[in-house]
């Protein structure tokens, strides 16, 4: 689960780049709204599924509330989701 976990994340991390840096300017500068609800429906099942795994795994390891609150705040911030990987979720 936690390989799973590290994988969504990197993937919720580019979605959330790919939303910001790709599909907004399309969507205001050349107006080309598709990709940016494409993207935006990816990026938000990723955050959902980012979300229920980080409380399933602060639960199975009994990670804490500071841990797990490290981890929500880095499903908000961008790049952050990389940070996360590197310094919490390798082995």
Do not use: C
Not at 9 to 28: H, Q
Not at 71 to 91: E, G, H
């Amino acid at each position: 689960m936690l390989r799973t976990f590290r994988y969504t994340a990197i993937l919720e991390g580019i979605s959330y780049l790919a939303l910001f840096a790709i599909s907004m300017p399309l969507k205001y500068l050349a107006e080309l709204g598709e990709p940016n609800k494409y993207i935006g429906y990816a990026h938000g099942f990723l955050f959902i599924v980012y979300i229920v795994l980080a409380v399933l795994l602060t639960k199975k390891y009994q990670w804490g509330l500071k841990r797990f609150g490290v981890l929500f705040l880095a499903s908000l911030l961008p790049f952050a989701t990389f940070y996360i990987d590197k310094k919490y979720l390798r082995d």
